[in-house]
């Protein structure tokens, strides 16, 4: 199994997210591994690391999802790979609920929330986003 994390969603990604049903609920695994220091797109100057910076998004994303009706569900930062091999472990990862795919892209096409997604580009060298749906194993 070969492991790339990305800033955003390739096209057939994208597509894949449209398709199918998209009003269930659905849970979003986010593996976030963060840069050594923050880099903003527009070339400002700045201190922080890409953890502070990804943290600004993390305080402001929460504003974002109570307004599609979604919630932060679960934080933390990764301890140790217990199974498996990867050439590098995430920093931190978190669990977000949506009440749809259809909610998720509604914050994500959001004027407000794509204003915040500049210190999440800024914090973080890449992620997986892995979608989970209740149900059997």
Same mark, same amino acid.
């Given at each position: 199994?070969?492991?790339?994390?990305?800033?955003?969603?390739?096209?057939?990604?994208? %597509?894949?997210?449209? %398709?199918?049903?998209?009003?269930?609920?659905?849970?979003?695994?986010?593996?976030?591994?963060?840069?050594?220091?923050?880099?903003y797109e527009d070339g400002r100057e700045t201190n922080l690391t890409g953890k502070?910076?990804?943290?600004?998004?993390?305080?402001?994303?929460?504003?974002?999802?109570?307004?599609?009706?979604?919630?932060?569900?679960?934080?933390?930062?990764?301890?140790?790979?217990?199974?498996?091999?990867?050439?590098?472990?995430? %920093?931190?990862?978190?669990?977000?609920?949506?009440?749809?795919?259809?909610?998720?892209?509604?914050?994500?096409?959001?004027?407000?929330?794509?204003?915040?997604?500049?210190?999440?580009?800024?914090?973080?060298?890449?992620?997986?986003?892995?979608?989970i749906k209740d149900g059997d194993l």
């Amino acid at each position: 199994m070969e492991v790339k994390n990305h800033l955003k969603p390739h096209k057939t990604q994208m %597509d894949g997210f449209l %398709d199918g049903d998209v009003d269930s609920p659905i849970t979003m695994l986010n593996l976030l591994k963060f840069k050594e220091k923050a880099e903003y797109e527009d070339g400002r100057e700045t201190n922080l690391t890409g953890k502070e910076a990804y943290s600004i998004y993390g305080q402001e994303v929460i504003e974002h999802l109570e307004k599609v009706g979604a919630k932060l569900i679960f934080q933390g930062r990764v301890n140790r790979l217990m199974l498996g091999e990867v050439e590098e472990l995430w %920093d931190s990862f978190a669990l977000a609920k949506y009440p749809s795919r259809k909610a998720m892209l509604e914050m994500m096409l959001d004027s407000d929330y794509q204003k915040s997604e500049e210190h999440r580009s800024a914090g973080l060298e890449g992620q997986l986003n892995i979608e989970i749906k209740d149900g059997d194993l």
